[in-house]
Nanobody, 123 residues
Framework: QVQLVESGGGTVQVGSSLRLSCVAS????????MGWFRQRPGEAREYVAA????????FYEDSVKGRFTISRDHAKNSVYLQMSDLKPEDTAIYYC????????????????WGQGTQVTVSS
């Protein structure tokens, strides 16, 4: 059974940092892109950041560029999201996903999803 399990969310103040982790099990994602997505209340889920299969290329939604950094560790079958200078508008449930890079970037979609971790940024 394939599982993606996110952790690291929480409630922080504006300007703080958080590091989200996602550990995959059940199959290797070494040949897949991986990404982070978020869903604000009442809104559709959107892609936030993605990394290609090798880790050599990263992609970011415009509002998080320069503040968020995605990385992956093939040995641990994991993907991470380092978030800094957090803003109230970053408040959302954050999900990790894995699949086609083109689909992640174009459709904010993924073949696999985790259960999500809540990030709340208070002012």
């Amino acid at each position: 059974q394939v599982q993606l399990v996110e952790s690291g969310g929480g409630t922080v103040q504006v300007g703080s940092s958080l590091r989200l982790s996602c550990v995959a099990s059940g199959r290797s994602f070494s040949n897949d892109a991986m990404g982070w997505f978020r869903q604000r209340p009442g809104e559709a889920r959107e892609y936030v950041a993605a990394v290609n299969w090798s880790g050599s290329s990263t992609f970011y939604e415009d509002s998080v560029k320069g503040r968020f950094t995605i990385s992956r560790d093939h040995a641990k079958n994991s993907v991470y999201l380092q978030m800094s200078d957090l803003k109230p508008e970053d408040t959302a449930i954050y999900y990790c996903g894995a699949g086609s890079l083109a689909v992640i970037l174009a459709d904010s979609a993924s073949d696999y999803w985790g259960q999500g971790t809540q990030v709340t940024v208070s002012s």
